[in-house]
T-cell receptor, first 117, second 116 residues
Framework: DTGVSQDPRHKITKRGQNVTFRCDPI?????LYWYRQTLGQGPEFLTY????????KSRLLSDRFSAERPKGSFSTLEIQRTEQGDSAMYLC???????????????FGPGTRLTVL | AQSVTQLDSHVSVSEGTPVLLRCNYS??????LFWYVQHPNKGLQLLLK??????LVKGINGFEAEFKKSETSFHLTKPSAHMSDAAEYFC??????????????FGSGTRLQVQP
């Protein structure tokens, strides 16, 4: 079990630039989640995939955000035209689920810390 | 909409004394409830979860939580704190939002300090 990995661990960018983060889930897990965590707060749910299908999207996921999981394995989260308010830790999690996703045990990666200057 | 409130942002205990981290939730449906722990520079780790089975749930590292529907609470306890328990703890509710969408909602966290 190699765990959930995320790349990069840190990203510093200028306002207006595009950034892309990658998440590699635990290999046999069919579900993958993205969260955003700002300082002093708990993670906020962004989106959820079951295999390659994106099944849930939070209202936090504005048009500038897009997530993909093209082959049901790794996932990417892209932020276009970054804003200073996008500065946060972006967390990825995965789970092996056969029933409702809200009962799954999710395994989290270490996160990607984004700083927008 | 579902929500979760962690009643204390910081809790400080002495090593060897009991730990109580308080959590209240709101949900229109039968929720799933979780406690996760986040150590500095480490990923979130599940401590325990409640999914409509036994109301007293035992987790890892001696932690347990009791689901009390009448009080809409899911407090986390441990009989004796250890220095390694110092971390951020998150209470999480899972269920359906008013929009019909499924989601997990995290509390804002409780930072546990353990004094020697």
């Amino acid at each position: 079990d190699t765990g959930v990995s995320q790349d990069p661990r840190h990203k510093i960018t200028k306002r207006g630039q595009n950034v892309t983060f990658r998440c590699d889930p635990i290999s046999e897990h069919n579900r993958l989640y993205w969260y955003r965590q700002t300082l002093g707060q708990g993670p906020e749910f962004l989106t959820y995939f079951q295999n390659e299908a994106q099944l849930e999207k939070s209202r936090l996921l504005s048009d500038r955000f897009s997530a993909e999981r093209p082959k049901g394995s790794f996932s990417t989260l892209e932020i276009q035209r970054t804003e200073q308010g996008d500065s946060a830790m972006y967390l990825c999690a995965s789970s092996l689920g056969t029933s409702g996703m809200v009962t799954d045990t999710q395994y989290f990666g270490p996160g990607t810390r984004l700083t927008v200057l | 909409a579902q929500s979760v409130t962690q009643l204390d942002s910081h809790v400080s205990v002495s090593e060897g004394t009991p730990v109580l981290l308080r959590c209240n939730y709101s949900s229109s449906y039968s929720p799933s409830l979780f406690w996760y722990v986040q150590h500095p520079n480490k990923g979130l780790q599940l401590l325990l979860k409640y999914t409509s089975a036994a109301t007293l749930v035992k987790g890892i590292n001696g932690f347990e939580a009791e689901f009390k529907k009448s009080e809409t609470s899911f407090h986390l306890t441990k009989p004796s704190a250890h220095m390694s328990d110092a971390a951020e703890y998150f209470c999480v509710v899972g269920g359906f939002m008013d929009t019909g969408r499924r989601a997990l909602t995290f509390g804002s966290g409780t930072r546990l300090q353990v004094q020697p």
